[in-house]
């Protein structure tokens, strides 16, 4: 039993089957990469995951709990955190001010700046700001706009936030999309870093095979909808229902 559980998950979208009959079981612990080409529904799949859309059939458990139906915050409270494709930050704020944010959270999913949680004195907020900023490597830009960090910075700011949070679980759509070599490289130890030190469990969707080779240790791979291959990386290499899937060939 993992600590995600999709079970026959099916999705259409009018005359459109975005999903059939899709089975995943993600480890905890594990860093699991979904694959596929253009069209085979991870995006679909992801939002399922996270309960912005609502399967027509199926269940989605998440630690024997069901996502479906719930409110973003509610997925939040449940223990699971999304980075989206874009990275989202506050461009008008300081990265310390951005890093501070999640803090702010109170129990009904709200946001107060200028009130701290009941749990939360504004020390601790920002000492627990600063400590993960330490943890992102980004201390020295602490006062920094956050609009003029490049897309490496704002994407390791993105994450952690979400990891201030200290979620179970860390979606990432496409987490290196738009970067530069350079920053790829660095996203991927810093995702390294943070499943050697850290409970948590990962889940990427991912274009970029060098990023998918590099930190999972459990790869699905999607075709039209449904999980074609479900392996370990070594296996996936090279394998030929992959290769037909992506090439539209037969090796």
Known sequence: MGILEVKNVGKRFGGLQALSEVNLSIKENSVHAIIGPNGAGKSTLLNCLVGKLIPDTGSVMFDGRSV??????????????????????????????NMMIPCFAKRDGAFEMNAFSDVMSQKDVLEKAE???????????????????SRGDKRRLEIGMCLSQEPRLLLLDEPTAGMARADTNNTIDLLKQIAADRDITIAIIEHDMHVVFSLANRITVLAQGTPLVEDDPENIRGNPKVREAYLGESA
Do not use: Y
């Open 68 to 97: 479906l139906g719930r409110a973003p915050f509610e997925i939040n409270q449940m223990g699971i955190s999304r980075v989206f494709q874009t990275p989202e930050i506050f461009g008008d704020l300081s990265v310390l001010e």
């Open 131 to 149: 400590h993960m900023l330490e943890e992102m490597n980004m201390a020295d830009k602490r006062h920094m706009h956050s609009a003029s960090l």
